[in-house]
């Protein structure tokens, strides 16, 4: 059964991202909307068997979701970016801690003061405004920041003909370059694992959105009656406060307009 909630986006979650419709013009905007209604729904899997196929770009990824200025997904999404990389060069975010390696696999520090004033950097480096950030914005703003600091960036696309390319989007994870989603309609889910059962979570919207991806999950069901059922999950920094991470169903309630994998060098 549907739980429908409204947010009151400013007042709930003191501008945390939460991304609204797009403006009508030449090219889609994503921006907040503090009257937008979101959704929580849960689905129950049933299932005789299943198998994972699952990769990640760290034990936890960067996770950002705050900001007190309103409109600024992109911004958010463009500073877990910064924020990857910044493991590898911590001038990208002065005075700020990357993280640290447990047992092999990376474990990023949470959100701090630094990464905010990232995300403000960002907010004029895109000019993004009351009516959003476009993807030509999040380019130019995305190459400036990373000018400024010394650094080259290359944004590669995955798509394909119009569409999403799944399969180039996990090579390029696998190859240790995020992904960052552009989506008409999003959702973020968590999975619960019963007994020959999966519950299934998902915060969702219709709003326009973007998400950084650091990994998937392709989970195939083989029901009672022996057919089969697959589940393409990306993992997602969703710059969303009320549920920051969590895996991202490319086949759910949404539709992905653009997609760059991104290497800062």
Aim: proline share 1%.
């Amino acid at each position: 059964m549907k739980k429908l909630f409204a947010i009151a986006l400013m007042a709930v979650l003191g501008g945390s991202c939460l991304c609204g419709n797009a403006i009508t013009g030449v090219e889609e905007s994503y921006r907040d909307d503090a009257m937008l209604l979101a959704e929580s729904t849960s689905i129950t899997v049933n299932y005789e068997s299943k198998s994972e196929n699952t990769f990640n770009m760290a034990l936890r990824h960067p996770d950002y979701s705050f900001t007190e200025k309103a409109g600024s997904c992109a911004c958010i999404a463009g500073a877990n970016v910064i924020g990857f990389y910044d493991r590898y060069d911590e001038n990208l975010i002065p005075d700020h801690d990357a993280g640290k390696l447990f047992m092999g696999k990376y474990v990023y520090n949470s959100q701090d003061t630094a990464v905010y004033e990232v995300i403000r950097q960002l907010y004029s480096d895109m000019g993004t405004d009351d009516t959003g950030t476009t993807v030509a914005q999040f380019i130019n703003g995305m190459r400036t920041y990373c000018s400024r600091k010394g650094k080259s960036i290359n944004l590669i696309s995955c798509m394909r003909g119009g569409s999403f390319d799944y399969s180039s989007a996990k090579t390029h994870m696998e190859e240790n370059r995020p992904v960052v989603l552009f989506c008409a309609g999003y959702n973020v889910a968590e999975i619960y694992a019963y007994e020959n059962s999966d519950k299934i979570y998902n915060y969702e919207s219709t709003a326009n959105h973007v998400m950084v991806g650091f990994g998937y999950n392709d989970i195939t069901y083989t029901m009672a009656n022996s057919s089969t059922a697959l589940y393409r999950y990306i993992e997602v920094a969703s710059g969303v406060q009320v549920r920051s991470g969590g895996l991202y169903n490319i086949d759910y309630q949404t539709k992905i307009n653009d997609a760059y994998a991104i290497n800062i060098y």
